[in-house]
């Protein structure tokens, strides 16, 4: 779907500086979106199993699987694209700096993987932007960990519609209008958690990557209602009270249910380090 400039930058503002997650997904409220755009959101799909013959491209150009991708340990997916003007980076830049709080290496203990949602990116791009953000991440031998892949339409859709990322394309200012958040994926491909917003507190990554490495599945995350007044004042621009992460949101549990047990010994070697 096609979207107007001003829609778009709507979305992307609104999507930033609420964050906001569901039982269903993570979304806007309905009430404030407008129409074409109620359908961008994070439908949660845990338990989802990637399918391993999505074929994509690394940032060297070289053919991989998510068969590959996801075959041996716990990974982090972002679905963004490498010329995003602001959302993107914002969730990378959350991505980065939670995990540098954590004694877990990249390609070693988990994976980060980044995939395109336009199809018209290559990895030249994807190139660039690794060596953005491993730059920043400044912890050497872990460049092995962070995948950055492009691919073709079909792919990327196959890919969005297993983990329930629902996005639309503003054609006339070359943007995607999407949600912030990014998906925990356990060895093999399953979907186990997802984390809403653009940070993301070393705490919850550390769960995340514990729940994956055992196969667990998470519960939906916490809904954070926020008021009127935290809410962006203008298309393009918001508050100063709705960028700051808040100390004591108004939260409800999504799910109070339990977090489901299983373990193998590779979880249970990665969760000593985590702890």
Request: charged share 25%; glycine share 10%.
């Amino acid at each position: 779907m096609i979207v107007s400039p001003r829609t778009a930058t709507l979305a992307a503002t609104l999507l930033a500086a609420l964050g906001t997650a569901t039982a269903s997904g993570a979304a806007v409220p309905s009430s404030e979106m407008p129409e074409p755009l109620k359908q961008v959101r994070y439908e949660q799909k845990i338990g989802a199993k990637i399918a391993p013959d999505l074929t994509f491209f690394d940032e060297t150009g070289r053919a991989v699987r998510t068969g590959e991708v996801f075959a041996r340990r716990p990974a982090i997916l972002v679905l963004a694209y490498y010329h995003c003007p602001m959302l993107c980076d914002m969730v990378l830049q959350g991505v980065e700096g939670g995990l540098k709080a954590l004694s877990l290496d990249p390609g070693r203990d988990f994976d980060v993987v980044v995939v395109s949602i336009d199809p018209r990116e290559n990895p030249q791009l994807a190139r660039k932007k690794k060596a953005e953000i491993v730059g920043r991440y400044k912890r050497p031998g872990t460049e092995g960990g962070w995948h950055f892949l492009t691919g073709t339409e079909k792919e990327i859709q196959a890919l969005a519609d297993t983990v329930g990322f629902h996005y639309v394309r503003d054609a006339v200012n070359d943007q995607f209008a999407h949600a912030a958040g990014l998906v925990m994926v356990a060895p093999g491909g399953t979907v186990s958690r997802y984390l809403f917003g653009i940070e993301f507190a070393p705490r919850d990554l550390k769960l995340g990557l514990i729940e994956s490495a055992h196969g667990k599945l998470g519960n939906p995350p916490l809904l954070l209602s926020l008021r009127p007044r935290d809410r962006p004042l203008q298309c393009g621009h918001s508050s100063n009270r709705s960028h700051r992460r808040r100390r004591h949101p108004d939260r409800h549990r999504a799910d109070g249910g339990p977090v489901a047990a299983a373990g193998d010994r590779s979880a249970r070697s990665l969760g000593s380090r985590l702890t």
